[in-house]
Nanobody, 125 residues
Framework: QVQLVESGGGLVQAGGSLRLSCAAS????????MGWYRQAPGKQRELVAT???????NYADSVKGRFTISRDNAKNTVYLQMNTLKPEDTAVYYC???????????????????WGQGTQVTVSS
């Protein structure tokens, strides 16, 4: 079964850093675009950053210059390095993969819009 599992959240003071990881498990053959989204209390889920399988990145304006997204295709893992954190970065961070192909040469399964369970990031002032 294909799933995404996040780790690395926690409590940090303003100005500090955290690194989130998200690993895809299952018989993964390929993953298209992976990304990080976040949802603060009372707000809608919003894009933080995405990265294509070829390494093209996209960032929300609010995190440009502070956050860096990267991925290790061999490990089916995406990372989010978060520096100079601000209290307004406090949210549950979710990993997303827009398309995953899993299986074998005999049988392939395609899943779309897969989400992880989320990891809490809290930045104190």
């Amino acid at each position: 079964q294909v799933q995404l599992v996040e780790s690395g959240g926690g409590l940090v003071q303003a100005g500090g850093s955290l690194r989130l990881s998200c690993a895809a498990s299952g018989r993964i053959l390929s993953i298209n675009t992976m990304g990080w989204y976040r949802q603060a209390p009372g707000k809608q889920r919003e894009l933080v950053a995405t990265i294509t399988s070829g390494g093209v990145t996209n960032y929300a304006d609010s995190v440009k210059g502070r956050f860096t997204i990267s991925r290790d295709n061999a490990k089916n893992t995406v990372y989010l390095q978060m520096n100079t954190l601000k209290p307004e970065d406090t949210a549950v961070y979710y990993c997303n993969a827009d398309r995953i192909v899993a299986g074998s040469t005999i049988y392939k399964e395609t899943r779309v819009n897969i989400w992880g369970q989320g990891t809490q990031v809290t930045v104190s002032s």
